[in-house]
């Protein structure tokens, strides 16, 4: 028996929540009646004293926006609706009424944490040896409503990690209109959930093979879902539309940089939080590469696992995970098929790590146990640390376990690369376990990641701290491989 003790090499930086990093949000009073008199105090006063508060909050906040102004007339086409019809107003008026339905939102105040890493899709201009990529992080808010940032940095060839400072200004994508749906893989997705009845059918009935949310808003008001008395139908138009709404499009502009870039929820079923991203560069099989992350989408009561595509950190596709095994947390895909199939870890039942396959990325069936806590350290549960890592003696796998005083610590396994069921190595004990300096934060005794990046022989681990700060640790591979039993 093996009793080598592995410890991971501390090398920073540290990142910390930046409260300076605002968005521009919509502020939405909570009822429509409230809205209305807001907008009415604003028409009541004088054009004068309209021009005076304008260049007030102008003055205020345009240095610490892009383009504050436009965000103001956009904001004002939103809640006009609010207005009595046929009224004219100033330029001025509007951009007023639409700062008082806007409201800054920092979305690193409380915590940023839980990181992933992956190569960046741009690798030139680097000295020899060095090696760009993006790291993920999970950055909480006002609500403890959770987001996604990003950082770009670069690791040497010597280890040393340099992070590129971010930008003052952060902004989230633009929707992408009219985005078409394959009625088939829809059709297959509502039947998954349990939606799938007889009106499900005819509303899609009436759809072509790629329709738009225009056009299945335009069916379902024909079927006379605004005012229908039929109750099943009415369930299942709103489990239709949960679908539809639930999976979307957005893009960045081309000419902002990766770490002004926010994925805040917009879906109904992330509208708590997008939490815990396990990004992956993933080898397709004609040799190209796509990144994914799987997330846990949350809506303030219920957690579901989902999928994000990008091929450039620009454009992103958010899609919902379907099939009896989409559940809980932690599903981390491998980065690429495996015997023809896509390969996924999980902890459906929130204790043990599995392991399942699948045909269809969309679709998640029979997860099977492959690891159950066996040391003190793992007793409460075990889970994975992102996507498995691919090296010639088999699939890394970081672990999280978690012990007494619900502490977290880091360890890996080997899993054989044609046969990932197989477990041929484990870390008797963990390479990381938080410090003294690490142990106090918003969730004390935590060290925590959703995926490491190899660069040549040594594997490089952003790690968050007690749910509050990230830094950097490495590990050998050689010496990781040789620790374990």
């Known amino acids: 028996m093996k009793t080598t003790t592995l410890h991971a090499k501390r090398i920073g930086p540290t990142l910390i929540p930046d409260r300076s ?94 990181p992933s890493i992956v190569p960046h899709p741009d690798q030139s201009g680097l000295p020899k040896g060095a090696l760009r990529f993006i790291l993920s992080l999970r950055a909480t808010g006002e609500g403890h409503i959770s987001s996604i940032t990003f950082r770009v940095g670069v690791v040497s060839a010597h280890q040393r990690i340099t992070l590129t400072p971010p930008v003052p200004f952060v902004a989230e994508p633009e929707r992408v209109p009219d985005v078409a749906y394959v009625k088939g893989l829809f059709a297959h997705k509502l039947e998954e959930a349990g939606v799938q009845n007889d009106f499900c059918r005819r509303v899609l009935d009436k759809l072509h093979e790629d329709f738009t949310l225009k056009e299945l808003h335009a069916v379902l008001v024909a079927f006379g879902l605004t005012d229908t008395s039929d109750a ?29 870039r926010v994925l805040f929820p917009s879906a109904p079923s992330q509208s708590n939080g997008i939490e815990d991203a396990r990004f992956v560069r993933f080898l ?50 491998f980065p690429r098929k ?19 396959f699948s045909d269809n990325l969309h679709f998640w069936q029979t997860p099977k146990i492959l690891l159950t806590p066996v ?52 870390l008797r004990e963990p390479f990381l376990c938080p410090n003294e300096a690490e142990r106090e934060g918003y969730v004390p005794n935590v060290v925590y990641t959703c995926g490491a990046l190899l660069h040549g022989r040594e594997l490089i681990i952003p790690y968050a701290m007690s749910d509050s700060a990230t830094s950097f640790a490495t590990v050998p591979l050689d010496e990781l491989l040789a620790a374990m039993e």
């Open 375 to 426: 040391q003190p350290w793992e007793f409460i549960k075990l889970g994975n640390c992102g996507s498995p890592l691919e090296t010639e003696t088999g699939w890394l796998v970081l672990t999280h376990g978690v012990g007494a005083m619900r502490k977290y610590c880091l360890g890996a396994i080997l899993l054989d690369l044609n046969d990932p069921t197989r477990v041929i190595g484990r």
């Open 232 to 260: 099943t139908a009415a369930r299942a138009a709103r489990g239709i539309l949960l679908l539809a709404e639930s999976n979307y499009e957005v893009h960045f502009a081309p000419g902002s940089k990766i770490s002004q």
């Open 338 to 356: 495996i015997n023809g199939h896509y390969a996924m870890l999980s902890r459906q039942d929130d204790e043990n790590i599995l392991l399942m």
């Open 21 to 114: 990093r605002v968005l521009l949000r919509p502020f939405r009073p909570t009822t429509d009646d409230i809205s209305r008199r807001i907008v009415a105090r604003v028409m009541v006063l004088p054009e004068q004293e309209v021009a005076r508060l304008l260049v007030r909050v102008l003055g205020e906040f345009t240095d610490r926006h892009e383009q504050v102004d436009v965000t103001f007339r956009n904001r004002f086409e939103q809640v006009k609706i609010y207005l009595e019809p046929g009224v004219l107003l100033s330029p001025e008026r509007q951009m007023l009424i639409g700062a008082y339905f806007t409201h800054e939102y920092s979305p690193e105040s409380a915590a940023l944490f839980n």
């Open 284 to 333: 397709n099989e004609g040799g190209s590469f796509a990144y994914y992350a799987t997330y846990t989408a949350y809506d303030g009561k219920i957690t579901l696992p989902q999928l994000l595509e990008t091929p450039d950190f620009l454009h992103f596709k958010f899609r919902t995970l379907n099939g009896p095994a989409v559940q809980n947390k932690g599903m981390a895909l």
